[in-house]
């Protein structure tokens, strides 16, 4: 039995059509990928399916107590408690549990001939053990740290959080809470990449069904494994999202020979029975004419729907000198504030290079964009740009724009002398139509003032391109086509993104900003590249250092922690949990001696306790052994 069936869904606001006729199935471990144009109603949808909102025709059903977790693109997170005090909130009954063995076992020791206390709390073990409550605490911390929270950040209250810290709040939050089925808002939208490939990870091995509405094309293929496309009704896919792209081109040209092949068969109909219904040949031309009047009657094929699409070029440029920025001993940061970011080494940028900037949020990127532009001076160091340059910059907050500006100002600030009609015809391309031209800036969505913004930049001629998370509230489309003119240009880019599709297709290296040792490391290389080198170090770091050669007098430097004192750390942990069971197994055997089960429970309670020290210790030397 499916999770979830709905049947025949439809949907209206006002006197817009969002769907009509969407039926659809979640089999348990699904993996779904939801994606479709802005708009066509895709987190309708999602909120349908949890109960938010109900259909305005059709039904749903769902499996009798249903568990579903569902988080929104930007959560209402609301609450004065702690980010800890939530997660222990969303484990609840774990920790309840704990609690009970805790008062039981005490109990025990008073009455330990008690067969049906003994019995209670032999069950109790074996549910807490299954929950995972004797690594609770590492669980929590590995779920926070892994979608980018510290340990400082365990005891702050909530409604301290940005948005996309609530966000990201409340995604723990619903992992902990490890529902039937996961339904996934943009959850990509506020992690870092290092954050990104966590989740990826988390829900490879994640045991209900997933279903994620995302426009990062790289987190659905390493995710879902099948693709339901919203068109406005619901095109299923097998495999993940690149096998969709193929699938679905297969299945537009199927459609196409389909349509073009019944258009011949018609013409030919109609060419025979125009040339023989008045002829010796009368009876067959009306035979013809009925079958194709009843054709037409049933319904014919229609043409695959040919769907808007942005439509980018970059004006063209001069070409700029073959360098085009050198660095000296340059630290990034806000002088006036005197805070240093980083230092970065000495880098000389050639024309054609596109550089890929990656690091986690906060880690000072966009500073480093606006450093080199000019915006902000170095904290330290000089950097010098070359000869014959014309800058663009896709701000990501779009500071550029004007809330009180129409479009149409916008575009006619940025092309003096382009008339009101050339603008219309413009601004078609990148999707606005009729109207939207006199829409303020303030009321666009974020995908609009994205679109609006690589307009005002394609109209510029420029040789040197600072981007900043250019694919941010861009649907799956136009990303493709930013990713294909881009992959074109014959300048340089400097690219800060989380979008790994785009770093692959673009990045010739990698520059990586980490705030822990407060530098930017260069990578010379592609990102597949890049990922596979750092993959490589991590490797060679988790194995035990080798010992120096008999020729050397030099010791390599240790950490204070070594790969084997944590695996022999862990190996002890195993045996006390081993011992655990054991005594748990005791415990539960019949008849056993009143005396003995005081005794054991005593033990049993003793021997926790030493198992939860021990993981507590083993976190600690982790953290001191990933330094």
């Known amino acids: ?127 807490f053990e299954r929950l995972g409550g004797y690594t609770i605490d590492s669980y929590i911390l590995r779920i926070v740290n892994g979608l980018g929270f510290s340990e400082v950040d365990l005891t702050r209250p909530i409604v301290q959080f940005s948005g996309g810290e609530r966000t990201r709040a409340y995604l723990v939050k619903l992992l902990l809470m490890n529902p039937d089925v996961l339904l996934l808002d943009e959850p990509t939208n506020h992690l870092d990449i290092q954050a990104m490939e966590w989740l990826e990870d988390f829900l490879k091995r994640y045991d209900g069904a997933v279903v994620i509405v995302s426009h990062d094309r790289y987190f659905l293929d390493q995710t879902v494994h099948t693709i339901w496309e919203m068109t406005p009704t619901i095109e299923s896919y097998n495999g993940n999202y690149s096998a969709f792209l193929t699938q679905r081109q297969e299945r537009m040209q199927h459609l196409m020979k389909e349509y073009e092949k019944q258009q011949d068969y018609i013409a030919k109909e109609e060419d025979y029975i125009r040339r023989n219904i008045a002829g010796q040949n009368t009876a067959q031309a009306k035979g013809r004419r009925r079958r194709l009047e009843r054709m037409f009657k049933e319904g014919l094929l229609v043409p695959p729907a040919r769907k808007r699409r942005m439509v980018l070029g970059f004006k063209d440029n001069r070409r700029s000198g073959d360098i085009i920025l050198c660095t000296e001993q340059v630290q990034i940061g806000f002088k006036d504030e005197n805070v240093s970011l980083f230092s970065m080494p000495d880098v000389e940028l050639r024309r054609g290079e596109c550089v890929g900037v990656i690091g986690p949020n906060g880690a000072g990127k966009t500073t480093l964009l606006r450093t080199i532009l000019g915006q902000l001076p170095p904290f330290k160091g000089q950097i010098k740009l070359g000869a014959s340059l014309d800058v663009g910059y896709f701000a990501q907050a779009h500071e550029d724009l004007h809330n009180d500006w129409t479009l149409m100002q916008e575009i006619q600030a940025n092309a003096a002398g382009m008339l009101p009609a050339e603008i219309r015809n413009y601004l078609g391309k990148f999707l606005f139509s009729g109207d939207d031209v006199f829409k303020t800036v303030g009321v666009l969505s974020g995908g609009e003032r994205g679109r609006l913004a690589l307009a005002i930049l394609a109209l510029q001629g420029v040789n040197l391109i600072f981007l900043d998370e250019p694919t941010n509230h861009l649907d799956l489309p136009s990303q493709e086509i930013l990713q294909a003119v881009l992959s074109d240009f014959n300048g340089t880019i400097l690219l800060v993104t989380h979008d790994r599709y785009l770093l692959e297709a673009l990045a010739t290296q990698i520059w990586m900003v980490d705030p822990a040792e407060k530098s930017l490391r260069v990578f010379k290389g592609g990102y597949a590249e ?31 922690v070594t790969g084997h004192q944590l695996a022999e750390m862990e190996r002890e942990i195993h045996q006390k949990e081993q011992e655990l069971h054991a005594l748990e197994e005791k415990l539960r055997t019949p008849g056993l001696d009143p005396e003995k089960v005081g005794e054991l429970g005593e033990k049993y309670l003793f021997v926790q306790q030493q198992l939860d020290d021990m993981i507590k210790a083993w976190d600690k030397s982790y953290e001191k052994y990933t330094l």
């Open 1 to 127: 039995m499916s999770l979830i069936t709905a049947s025949r869904l439809s949907k209206t606001y006002g006197a817009e059509d969002l769907f009509s006729d969407i039926s659809l199935s979640i089999p348990h471990h699904a993996r779904i990928g939801l994606v479709g144009e802005n708009g066509i109603g895709k987190t309708t949808l999602l909120r349908l399916l949890v109960g938010l909102e109900g259909p305005d025709t059709g039904s749903i059903s769902r499996a009798r107590d249903l568990k579903m977790g569902y988080l929104p693109q930007e959560s209402l997170f609301e609450s004065t408690r702690t980010l800890v005090q939530e997660c222990e909130g969303a484990l609840e009954h774990v920790f309840t549990m704990q609690q009970e063995i805790e008062q039981l076992g005490e109990q025990l020791q008073k009455t330990p001939n008690d067969d049906a206390l003994i019995t209670r709390l032999g069950n109790l073990h074996e549910q």
């Open 530 to 560: 890049f990922r596979e080198t750092t993959r490589k170090i991590v490797d060679m770091k988790n194995k035990v250092p080798a010992q120096s050669s008999q020729g050397s007098n030099k010791k390599a430097p240790r950490k204070t």
